[in-house]
């Protein structure tokens, strides 16, 4: 999935000595004049706007700011020695950058009147944009209690669990029962297939040399990172990643949906025209002898067997396709059954 990049947007610190807002940009706090303390993370702002300030712009893809190691200042990615002390900077701690920061959005931020002056503010705000004056936090809704399974709620999902283990067990579980031969059957097809017209369906791409397809539509093929013809550009909701220095870089996760013609075509090929069956109640299978016609060959072929068996559950079947086992199955030869919950036989032994 390729990253597609919108631009950037300013970011916002919050100070810890007097809970002013900052504009992510600025060092120092605007309220009390403390610098940023490297532990201070940079937050989204309520409302983003793309940079259109070229000097801005420049900043903002520098890389992430730098912490001096004397003072705690912090200084530009390219500075080498410390604003705020002159120490030298080749050993600067780098801010941490490349985390998402939230969705971007344009939206306006919900307002409310300053307690002060009544001008409207966000209600995320610290400071009134009119008058300075610090707002009220906007009222957490008290912690409900987690939500959490009722003790009865438990028993029964292990109740139900237990049931389904059960189950399983049940289901594979296998009885012996003994059983004698009463009558067996078999039966067995042979397809005839001829050349002949046969319709099929692939990508354009794909179909014979030198064949004409009847019609074709435009069918989703798959995905790519890069467009094509005939492709769809798919961009998730874009987001800011943050730059380590004030500022997020917007940034979407795009796709291209490729859509491809998708043929019916016809072609001269073997196809089944007729299906010979041969069938019996005795030990000696055989297969139909087919009388082919010019331009026709053998298909396919398949086989099934049953040995019947009286029980003193009743008459129970076993069904296979292995010729060798249904040969043992003599008229009135005993064997011990392996018998499924489910009432199938899954398998045949002599019985001692």
């Known amino acids: 999935m390729a990253k597609e990049k919108l631009g950037f947007v ?46 801005e712009i420049a900043a903002a893809a520098k890389g992430p700011d730098k912490f001096c190691g004397y003072c705690g200042a912090r200084n530009a990615n390219d500075a080498k020695v410390c604003a705020s002390c002159g120490a030298d900077l080749s050993v600067a701690k780098a801010m941490e950058a490349g985390s998402v920061v939230g969705a971007f959005t344009k939206d306006a931020a919900e307002m409310r009147p300053c307690p002060t002056c009544g001008a409207p503010n966000p209600v995320t705000g610290l400071n009134c944009t009119q008058c300075g004056a610090p707002l009220e936090r906007k009222k957490d809704v008290p912690e409900a209690k987690k939500a959490g399974c009722a003790p009865w709620m438990i028993a029964v999902a292990v109740g139900a669990f237990a049931l389904f283990i059960f ?16 009558s067996v059957a078999w039966q067995r097809q042979l397809a005839v297939e001829a050349l002949g017209p046969v319709q099929k369906q692939d990508w354009y791409d794909n179909l014979p040399a030198g064949v004409t397809p009847d019609n074709c539509s435009q069918k989703y093929f798959g995905t790519s990172e890069s467009p094509s013809d005939n492709s769809n550009k798919v961009c998730g909701t874009p987001y800011s990643v943050d730059q380590g220095n004030g500022f997020a870089e917007v940034v979407q996760d795009c796709y291209y949906e490729i859509y491809k013609d998708y043929c019916t075509y016809t072609v001269q090929d073997w196809k089944i025209v007729n299906t010979l069956k041969e069938q019996g109640s005795d030990l000696y299978p055989r297969w139909p ?25 009743g008459q129970m079947v076993y069904e296979t396709r292995d010729v060798n086992d249904f040969s043992q199955c003599m008229i009135g030869s005993r064997w011990i059954l392996n018998v499924s919950t489910m009432g199938s036989v899954v398998s045949i032994a002599p019985a001692p």
Do not use: H
């Open 167 to 182: 189950l399983i067990m049940m289901m594979t579980r296998t009885e012996e029962v003994t059983g004698t031969v009463e």
């Open 10 to 55: 300013r970011l916002e610190w919050q100070c810890p000595n007097c809970a002013r807002r900052n504009p992510g940009p600025f060092k120092f706090c605007q309220g009390c004049g403390a610098p940023q303390p490297a532990e201070v993370k940079f937050t989204q702002a309520e409302v983003q706007e793309l940079l259109t300030d070229e000097k």
């Open 289 to 313: 002898s087919p009388l082919l016609s010019s331009g026709q060959r053998e298909g396919t072929r398949s086989e099934s067997y049953s040995c019947f068996f009286n029980t003193d559950s």
